[in-house]
């Protein structure tokens, strides 16, 4: 029994270690709340007038509860900030429309990590 839970221990620690996400990372909450990224994103999510008053108000208070914790440094506020804004917006979206919404924060994250910046963001010429 004993050894059962602590590989459940050890498996716990390793699955919470491999979602960490770094600080600057967190900048994407910041950039979604923007009126021409909040724009696009509706856009290609195919998002409703109900659901994008819903995706506004959640981006808004995502962003006010992500700028308090790394105010504070508290990185385990911030990821609680995260799964807060994920879940939220689950609520909100379509199944398609929420894999549609993941695959915008990982590409965000992802290109912030590689100090490019948002998809959103660049300028085609």
Known sequence: MKKILVLIMVVFAVATSSFAIKPVQYE??????????????????????????????????????????LKKEDLMAAEKVLY???????????????????MVVNVSINNIDNNDEMIANNNIK
């Open 28 to 69: 994407i909450f910041y950039k979604l709340n923007n009126e021409s990224n909040f724009n696009s994103m509706a856009r290609y999510l195919n998002a409703n007038e109900d659901q994008k008053d819903q995706l506004k108000y959640v981006f808004l208070k995502t962003e006010e509860k992500m700028k308090s914790a």
């Open 84 to 102: 807060f804004n994920l879940g939220n917006i689950k609520s909100i979206l379509t199944e398609d429309q929420y894999k549609k919404y993941l």
